[in-house]
């Protein structure tokens, strides 16, 4: 637990010294200027639900040995690259520190979801571990694994239940501040204009990842108070989805589009793809600012097809099963733990490359 615990000072530290950087409006990009962001601790506060377990009464989970630990891991989907390295992480963490894992797919269905959670429990599995495909949906697993007692650890995708009641501890980023870091970066890129005229392209509905990162964005413009929101809508973390409402949106508005905000990096590749199409030039027409720090974001940013990204790292097993030891120790966990994010865009990238995936 000292190396999640560690995680959290250094997170502290690195956010409260990070900064958003911006694109002149020549295409040229200009170094990141210091910001005022707010705190992890602050923004982990926003990310978790209101009631607590002293309101409400602290589930009595029962943890294993370390020798009999079976963890039944419930991956929301693998549709993108994200999810695929998150569930590939999860597997090699647990085959280095010798223990049985079990992970299944729900394929984006919260009923399958549910299934797949009673199933893990049938198996045996005595810790579960859930990214939820949506906050709201997941509570009768979680009500079923708070019956038999056994530990539930949520990664990457949370639950608007109770931390400590419906489950442990939710290990994320904090979807809160990847938001305002991709608020503040457009503000500063369009500094020079009057009203910012923004398309949102969110993931899947129903997940807190959207819902944060939706409203991390939204107090940045409604501080800015000039964001003009032209579409707010899904695209379901999709590439192909992203591209294809793009370019509706592009000639629905004639291409008067100062900048897209998406939910994640495939999509942001998807929107530069149908920009590039319709004869926009990237950090001069158009800002496209994403969510993940994917290599080929990295890369696209570099190229200048890409403004800027905000890191959101699936690689970060080590610290649940580091939380996973502790609980088995008979410590107590906190409620949220943050994982390190990062603005990058030109004047950052080489320094972050290695934060890629």
Known sequence: MKKVLALILSLTMICSLAACGGASMEGETTPAPDTETESPAADAEDAEPAADADAVGATEWVWPSKEELHVGYSQADLASTWRTVES???????????????IVNAEGDTEQQLSDVES????????????????DAIQPALDKCK??????????????????VDYVTFFSSDFVAEGRYAGEWIAKACADKETIKVA????????????????????????????????????????????????NVLQSTGGEIDAFYCHNDEMALGVSLACQSAGLKINEDVYIVGVDGMYET??????????????CTPKFAEQVFDGIEAGIAGETLETFYAIEDVPVDATNVEENYDLGF
């Open 298 to 311: 990295f890369n696209a940013i570099k190229d200048g097809t890409v403004s800027a990204t905000i890191t």
């Open 200 to 247: 949102e392209i969110q993931g899947i509905l129903g997940g807190t990842d959207v819902r944060d990162r939706s409203g991390g964005f939204h107090e940045v413009a409604d501080k800015e108070g000039n964001f003009d929101f032209v579409v707010e809508q899904t695209a379901n973390f999709s590439r192909t989805e992203a591209q294809e409402v793009a370019a």
């Open 147 to 164: 019956e038999k007692g056994v530990p539930v650890i949520m990664k990457a995708r949370g639950s608007n239940g109770v931390p400590g």
């Open 120 to 135: 893990l429990l049938a198996q045996g599995c005595n810790v579960i571990v859930i990214t939820a495909v949506d906050g």
């Open 88 to 102: 590939e992480d999860m597997q090699r963490v647990a085959d280095e520190r010798g223990y049985k894992i079990t």
